[in-house]
């Protein structure tokens, strides 16, 4: 079963930009706390952009002052706008929604997408 559906990504070439984005469709009325992670071609899973508890955003250094995430009007999305690419941004970008706020209520989730890729030619 599909709980996170991930659009946008592709190929670009270095010094572009895209945008990737992200629906909870678990409990999608809620208010989600969703994260983004990447995974290049032989290396873990790391880190990309989450907005915190706080609703401040968080970002890995590698893409600070790069990528920027927003949460949308409706709380079970969030997009990440990823500018001034570099080819090592070259990777299958993966969307989690770690749980999500049913008015007061926690509901923990852990939820991950099948992923977009996103390239980035030099």
């Known amino acids: 079963q599909v709980h996170v559906v991930e659009s946008g ?5 270095a010094g572009g930009s895209l945008r990737v984005s992200c629906t909870a469709l678990a409990l ?9 992670y990447r995974q ?3 290396k873990e899973r790391e880190f990309v952009s989450e907005i915190n508890s706080d609703g401040r955003p968080r970002y890995a250094d590698s893409v600070k002052g790069r990528f920027t995430i927003s949460q949308g009007s409706a709380k079970n999305t969030v997009a990440l ?24 209520d926690w509901f923990h989730l852990g939820y991950w997408g099948q992923g977009t890729q996103v390239t980035v030619s030099s």
Do not use: I
């Not at 990504?9 to 070439?13: K, L, N």
């Not at 999608?28 to 983004?36: F, L, Q």
């Not at 706008?81 to 049913?102: H, I, Q, R, W």
């Open 28 to 36: 999608p009325a809620c208010a989600h706390r969703m994260s983004w």
């Open 81 to 104: 706008v990823l500018s001034s690419l570099k080819p090592e941004d070259t990777a299958m970008y993966y969307c989690v929604t770690n749980g999500a706020f049913c008015g007061s």
């Open 40 to 42: 290049a071609p032989g």
């Open 9 to 13: 990504g592709g190929s670009v070439q």
